[in-house]
């Protein structure tokens, strides 16, 4: 499935965080390492711009885009923000901080709850939720799903991404926090950088009512004749210090992601399987940078993150 595509897929057992499936494409071929690799050759997977020899799942940094919009919800519900019930509406846009954020159904969605919220992805509801928590609340939780930093992982070189701060901010870029930056970040844009690997972890813990697992890859070792040399346990999740019922009603909103006619996430549908996820798109350049061009006249380096995730 993902031939010819840059990117990348990661599958977890969410109760213990066993990596059932990982793929980084484009990928190269390792025996071209096993006896030495030429220079001609090496010189060229360095200079792919698709860079293969990165491994996305845990080293490509990427805006979370709607993705994010669970992280923003659970916050907004155990800290009392919102309740499933509550209602915002949408006409298209918001006027906040005296800037117009748009959403990315032109003529708005109208008024919503959250779990059609969730289901609809509506920017709009989620600017209003990020206003009510502010960006000290959004980052603290986000962290606590585990993003932001490494997860563990028995691999070499994961990157940890970035959950930004005010803290942050100030110390790296030497400038005060605005409201206006919540905004972006409670929909998962901004400076917000996570790895596939993160938010598949992030997802486990909302399949489970916030058990997060380490995820490892390796099960055992064991010696040229099969013999077990070494097992390797697995480490037990760690509880979140969340409710069972914020927990409840984000996989209600993802849940309506896949199975409601509207859900943006109707294509990973199954006959004989609940599936719930949350879909997103993550800008890479701002809209007005691309709005006049057609889909493939935009460089591929400016175009949107496609993500899902799911369980």
């Not at 977890?12 to 980084?24: A, H, I």
């Not at 996570?194 to 813990?205: D, E, I, K, N, Y």
Request: proline fraction near 7%.
């Amino acid at each position: 499935a993902m031939a010819g595509l840059a990117g990348s897929a990661v599958a977890l057992e969410p109760e213990t965080g066993e990596g059932l499936g990982m793929v980084s494409s484009p990928a190269y071929d390792p025996n071209l390492f096993s006896a030495g690799i030429d220079l001609g050759t090496w010189a060229s997977l360095l200079r792919d711009p698709q860079t293969p020899l990165m491994n996305r799942v845990i080293q490509g940094q990427y805006p979370a885009g709607s993705t994010f919009k669970v992280v923003t919800a659970l916050a907004a519900l155990q800290e009392g923000a919102i309740n499933p019930s509550t209602t915002f509406h949408c006409p298209g846009y918001l006027n906040v901080y005296g800037t117009v954020r748009r959403c990315h159904k032109a003529e708005g969605h109208g008024t919503l709850d959250l779990a059609h919220a969730i289901a609809l992805s509506c920017n709009v509801y989620f600017y209003q939720v990020g206003v009510r928590l502010e960006i000290e609340r959004i980052s603290r939780y986000a962290k606590l799903l585990g993003l932001g930093g490494t997860t563990g992982i028995d691999l070499p070189s994961e990157v940890s991404g970035l959950i930004p701060s005010p803290e942050w901010k100030l110390r790296v870029l030497k400038a005060p926090w605005f409201p206006g930056e919540t905004v972006s970040v409670a929909i998962g844009q901004g400076p917000v950088l996570v790895t596939p690997l993160q938010m598949a972890r992030a997802t486990a813990a909302i399949a489970t009512s916030g058990r997060l697992p380490r995820p490892h890859v390796l099960r055992r070792a064991l010696d040229p004749a099969g013999g077990v040399v070494k097992d390797f346990e697995t480490e037990s999740p760690v509880q979140l210090p969340l409710s069972a019922g914020a927990f409840q009603q984000v996989r209600a909103g993802m849940a309506a992601v896949v199975q409601e006619p509207h859900g943006t996430g109707g294509a990973a549908r199954l006959p004989k399987t609940l599936v719930a996820g949350k879909t997103g798109t993550a800008q890479v350049v701002h809209l007005e940078t691309t709005e006049n061009l057609d889909d493939d006249e935009i460089p591929e380096e400016w175009r949107d993150h496609a993500w899902f995730i799911s369980y």
